[in-house]
């Protein structure tokens, strides 16, 4: 059965802190490995990875994949407390038809 | 304002009942899911639809079932209401072709069974 496992499930921190959250997986059919950010109800999308070892970044925020030891990392450096949210791990799997495999998400909160 | 739009965005029911949700996607994305995500879970997958057949389903019952439309809207039909049914419903769209980048999320539905 295809799982993706995130930790911590909670993370609370001070502003400017660097919070690094983490996903593992097992799954069949790897295709990419997406995270996402969900602040009240739609997920918004953050990185797509397909390849290990390279770093994807976007201002704050960087994820790289290791594709050897499954798993992959999210990192917001100099946190704000508009970065408190709940942060999904999402594993695109091809069996037939495409789905995405989620973890249970971290959910971050930054204190002022 | 995502692109895709689900309505309601509320819904409180009985157990035992059946239920409609719907999802009305952007022109263009003619494939759509549905995803479950329960109270500080992840999402699950439901089942997907690619031009208006199932062409894959999670590990859901028979009385989830859905449809999707040519004017690229969809629907999640519930039947039989349990309790545990409550959850808020997901449904993604993206063009087949297009990069894993592109599933586009709805604002869900809040389904309360009670």
Redesign the interface.
């Known amino acids: 059965e295809d799982k993706?496992v995130?930790s911590p499930l909670s993370l609370v921190v001070h502003e400017g802190d660097t919070v690094t959250l983490n996903c593992s997986y097992e799954v069949t059919n790897f295709?990419?490995l997406?995270w996402?950010k969900q602040e009240?109800?739609?997920?918004?999308?953050l990185f797509?990875l397909t390849s290990s070892g390279i770093e994807k970044k976007s201002g704050r925020l960087s994820s790289i994949l290791d594709k050897k030891e499954l798993f992959s990392i999210l990192n917001i450096t100099a946190t704000q407390t508009g970065d408190s949210a709940i942060y999904?791990c999402?594993v695109?799997v091809v069996?037939?038809?495409?789905?995405?495999?989620?973890?249970?998400?971290t959910r971050l909160t930054i204190n002022p | 304002e995502?692109g895709?739009t689900q309505s309601p965005t509320h819904l409180i029911k009985t157990r035992g009942q059946q239920v409609t949700l719907r999802c009305s996607s952007q022109s263009g994305h003619n494939t759509v899911?549905w995803?479950q995500q329960a109270l500080?879970?992840?999402?699950?997958?439901i089942f997907?639809y690619?031009r208006e057949e199932e062409?894959?389903r999670?590990n859901f019952p028979p009385r989830f079932s859905g449809l999707q439309f040519p004017n690229y809207s969809s629907e999640l039909n519930v039947n039989a209401l349990e309790l545990d049914d409550s959850a808020?419903y997901?449904c993604?769209s993206r063009r087949l072709g297009q990069?894993?980048?592109g599933?586009t999320?709805?604002?869900?539905t809040?389904l309360t069974v009670v």
């Open positions: 993706v995130q295709r990419s997406l996402y009240k109800k739609a997920p918004t999308f797509m999904l999402a695109v069996q037939g038809a495409q789905k995405l495999v989620f973890g249970q998400g | 995502t895709v899911s995803y500080g879970q992840g999402p699950q997958f997907q690619y062409n894959g999670g808020l997901l993604a990069g894993d980048y599933y999320f709805g604002s869900g809040r």
